[in-house]
């Protein structure tokens, strides 16, 4: 394992699927795919590539003007051997398998998102058995506030508590991935005219997150109707933005998340098409 000390980073190449599917107006499923590919640091060490499938069941629900959000899921990683100088090591070779249970619940209001996360190793073995990923869990309270010019929102993340027992060599400093969740809206929704298409969801990143980019853009011609940016440094953001449907036809619009998950600018980001009716 390297020291994590400026010149001790490398070039990551992510790829990354995602498919939500809507069950009916409350249940939905959603299953992620991601491999990440590692590069070599100034010390010629390399971390193995790695691998990433994930689902979870998700439940989501207006109750007085709040969203309450549960999911449970599965988590499956595998990590490639480290390398030196060419050669695969065999000791502190940061490699294995990890499978896990996940489960969260959120609470989202106007301006409050409160959110409990928890994910559980049952079967592991990473590094021959010389690390172990144990409990973790997560409570974090973010107060969102409403900005005036293009009613934008800047989240300001207060971690009311926070236990993180995990240990990893692969989850510290910048992040390598994320995941984000959109709660609002769902695939392929439908917005009369007139009515606010409502942009709601959380970005949770393994490390430090470098800001993010939301869009709401032509399905086809690629034309941006709105987009708002934050470049506020944190490990989780929670969103939630507006759009005034206008449209003069019948239009598929995009609405995008985009995170920035590193210094060096890697991204990752998730998007779906609703349905937007004209007068």
């Known amino acids: 394992m390297t020291n994590l000390y400026p010149g001790t980073g490398s070039w990551d190449g992510l790829l990354l699927a995602n498919y939500t599917r809507r069950l009916d107006s409350r249940f939905s499923i959603q299953a992620e795919a991601s491999y990440t590919v590692k590069g070599t640091d100034q010390a010629s060490f390399r971390y193995g590539n790695s691998t990433q499938l994930s689902s979870s069941f998700i439940y989501n629900r207006k109750v007085q003007g709040a969203r309450f959000i549960a999911s449970f899921g599965f988590q499956q990683d595998w990590f490639a051997s480290s390398s030196y100088q060419g050669s695969i090591l065999t000791e502190q070779a940061n490699n294995g398998y990890v499978s896990s249970i996940k489960a969260s619940v959120n609470l989202l209001t106007y301006n409050w998102l409160l959110s409990i996360q928890m994910q559980k190793a049952m079967f592991q073995n990473l590094s021959q058995g010389s690390v172990q990923q144990k409990f973790v869990l ?32 692969c989850h510290k400093g910048d992040a390598t991935s994320a995941t984000i969740d959109i709660m609002e809206p769902m695939v392929n929704d439908t917005i009369p005219y007139d009515d606010s298409l409502h942009f709601e969801g959380t970005i949770v990143g393994d490390g430090t997150m470098y800001g993010y980019q939301l869009t709401y853009s032509n399905a086809y011609t690629g034309d941006e109707y709105l987009k708002m940016e934050s470049e506020e440094k944190a490990k989780s953001y929670a969103f939630h933005e507006h759009w005034h449907n206008q449209v003069t036809d019948t239009t598929m619009v995009t609405v995008k998340v985009e995170a920035t998950l590193n210094h060096t600018g890697l991204k990752t980001e998730k998007y779906l098409h609703v349905l937007c009716l004209p007068q």
């Open 138 to 169: 997560g409570l974090n309270v973010n107060y969102l506030i409403k900005k005036k010019n293009n009613m934008k929102k800047t989240m300001i993340s207060m971690a009311a508590f926070a236990i993180l027992l995990t240990i990893s060599s």
